[in-house]
Nanobody, 115 residues
Framework: QVQLVESGGGSVQAGGSLRLSCAASGSTNRLVGMGWYRQEPGKQREMVAGITSSGITNYADSVKGRFTIFRDNAKIMVYLQMNNLKPEDTAVYYC?????????WGQGTQVTVSS
């Protein structure tokens, strides 16, 4: 089992920045991919950014150039730096980790961007 705990959400005005953090614990050996997803009420959860154990990243088109994902393999943490936030970025953000084909999720952290 892998446990994921997010932190860093909050409320910010459009154009502002936030950094989300996710700490992994438990059976963290052989974690392959880690990433961030988000979900608005009534909508499906969508991928925001992902990063492999070797540091290869990918982003949703809507956040490219504004968000940066990075991970600290020694501390087993993944971060999401969010700049130039927009009201449409408002959602619950979830940390995700994949190990041996099983997906694990954090409890989510709310990000609210006001115009």
């Amino acid at each position: 089992q892998v446990q994921l705990v997010e932190s860093g959400g909050g409320s910010v005005q459009a154009g502002g920045s936030l950094r989300l953090s996710c700490a992994a614990s438990g059976s963290t050996n052989r974690l392959v991919g880690m990433g961030w997803y988000r979900q608005e009420p009534g909508k499906q959860r969508e991928m925001v950014a992902g990063i492999t154990s070797s540091g290869i990243t990918n982003y949703a088109d809507s956040v490219k150039g504004r968000f940066t994902i990075f991970r600290d393999n020694a501390k087993i943490m993944v971060y999401l730096q969010m700049n130039n936030l927009k009201p449409e970025d408002t959602a619950v953000y979830y940390c995700n980790a994949n190990r041996f084909g099983t997906n694990y999720w954090g409890q989510g952290t709310q990000v609210t961007v006001s115009s």
